[in-house]
């Protein structure tokens, strides 16, 4: 049945591209003229056509990136020990200076006690020979040794301080907590790390441009932006700083993308993004179809329809649908549309379907694929195989017709 179903969808697709052919009404009598015969018995061609479109166009340099964090820190673990709590998981949000996890301390505690009993010794033993040296009793080599031993005391004292404010691991930025790397009961030690904090505020896009594009460059430029994560929602980003240098290994050019506070709020860090960077813009300019361009020996053409008055002793006097092709000057291009330059007016009636094989010079009916499509929604493929191959045959005799 599947088999079936796709016969019928192709052989329908050749009907309505090649031509579901129809004979004009009202066939003048065989003792007409020879011309007049002929041009009764042409072969209606059906054709979707569109008028041009009056709209901005831009041309784009074309890239992939990934979303960075200018601001990204790696939280290292000053301190050793337990790990005595994780106050924080990943994907939270966290402020500076806030704590993220609590490392054993009890030693140091202990040790930065006895500390401080030795620094007010060497404080009282300092005091002691000052005086005795102010009373003419002591030596100021004494009173100098005391002195060094109250100060090497103290700083004893501070070092341990460091450490215990070491056993706490803090935020040192703002930012979402992207990676946590210890649990409660391990053993830290020193330099391993910790936790990843990313800013969401301060996430750019870069991208390489190739070094031809330097000169089209400039701070501010407007780029287009596609997050693959977010498919419904396209960003705009601007151009915040180029690097002057080109990299000789690629021969590009190192380009940074800035987006808006409000758009990055949607955005996370390593996101894969497709940007389309506009190096050009037109404005109110005339646009069609790019399908509806026929390239041909480097030149570009549009196949029209045109009025034609009707034959001498034609069954009605109405004027026929013929085509014509006519070379045209493009323009910038994007995804769907093309700027036309010059060869068309906003009145031309442009063939967007069938052109490809359209001659000049054929008579053709306007109609479009949804209709060809109705019309023959109840026949089976057998039925679809015999018209297709009875429209072929009208083509070949109104070739033959035109030929002699």
Request: with cysteine; net charge negative.
């Amino acid at each position: 049945m599947r088999n079936w179903f796709l016969l019928f969808v192709a052989v329908l697709s050749l009907a309505v591209v090649s031509g579901c052919y129809n004979q004009v009404e009202g066939k003048a009598p065989d003792t007409a003229k020879p011309e007049a015969k002929a041009a009764t018995e042409e072969v209606l061609l059906p054709v979707q056509v569109e008028l041009p479109k009056r709209a901005s166009i831009s041309a784009y340099f074309e890239t992939t990136s990934r979303v960075v964090a200018e601001n990204r820190v790696e939280v290292l673990s000053k301190g050793m020990g337990q790990c005595l709590s994780v106050q924080v998981e990943e994907g939270d949000e966290v402020k500076e200076g806030q704590v993220l996890a609590e490392l054993d301390k009890q030693e140091l505690d202990a040790r930065l006690r006895q500390s401080r009993v030795g620094v007010e010794q060497q404080k009282a033993a300092f005091e002691i020979a000052q005086q005795s040296l102010e009373q003419g009793i002591g030596a100021k080599a004494e009173r100098d040794n005391a002195r060094f031993a109250f100060e090497q005391a103290k700083a004893a004292l501070e070092l341990l301080e460091v450490q215990i404010k070491n056993q706490t691991i803090t935020a040192p930025i703002s930012g979402i907590v992207t990676r946590r790397n210890i649990q409660q009961g391990a053993t830290v030690s020193t330099g391993i790390p910790a936790f990843s904090i990313v800013d969401p505020t301060s996430f750019i896009l870069p991208i390489n441009a190739p070094e031809k594009e330097l000169k089209r460059l400039q701070v501010g430029q407007v780029a287009k932006v596609a997050i693959d994560s977010l498919p419904d929602k396209e960003f705009v980003a601007h151009v915040r700083r180029i690097n002057p240098n080109v990299d000789p290994m690629s021969g590009t050019v190192k380009v940074t993308l800035d987006f808006d506070t409000e758009s990055r709020q949607y955005l996370r860090d390593s996101a894969f993004a497709r940007v389309r960077l506009i190096m050009e813009t037109h404005e109110n300019v005339i646009v069609v179809p790019k399908d509806a361009i026929v390239e041909e020996n480097a030149r570009s053409y549009l196949l029209l329809v045109k009025d034609q008055a009707p034959a001498a002793g034609a069954a009605s006097d109405k004027p026929m649908l013929v085509a014509d092709r006519v070379e045209v000057q493009t323009g910038l291009e994007d995804g769907t549309s093309m700027e036309i330059v010059s060869g068309i007016d906003d009145n031309a009636r442009v063939v967007t379907l069938g052109q490809h094989t359209l001659k000049p010079g054929t008579f053709v009916v306007i109609t479009n694929a949804q209709t060809q499509l109705d019309a023959k929604a109840n026949l089976n493929p057998e039925q679809v195989l015999s018209e297709a191959a009875k429209a072929k045959e009208q083509e070949a005799k109104a070739q033959e017709a035109k030929g002699s």
